[in-house]
């Protein structure tokens, strides 16, 4: 968590956040009892994250992130259905990202496939 680094607002933080919840204030909001949906930029390398959510805040997605946005596509895919075309595609986008620099995005993006996969086998396996 970005306050990690300074517990003294961590803690001013989650105190704030325990009285708003006491005396009601987070209730009936938009989303309620629903999962966060979060803008995911795992795969983004943590040192150009900032930059990156700036350009697409501003309409304009760096060409670098297109091999890393059609990843995430075809990992979404992966749990829907099995698809070997898809695999193939993602191993080549695998291998355009660690040329470029990036293996640690590249590691994390083919765990995020295997837990799909696995997730998808699962589902399946309870059909």
Sequence with gaps: MFLDGLPGLAALVERRLEEAAASGELSGLPGEGRPLEFDDDR???VELRIAHRVLKNAGCVPAELGPITEVRQLIEAAERALDETGGRRLRALLVQIEASGRQA????????YEAALQRRLDRVGRD
Excluded: C, I
Excluded at 105 to 110: G, S
């Design 43 to 45: 795969m983004v390398p």
């Design 105 to 112: 995005t590249a590691a994390k993006a083919w765990k995020d």
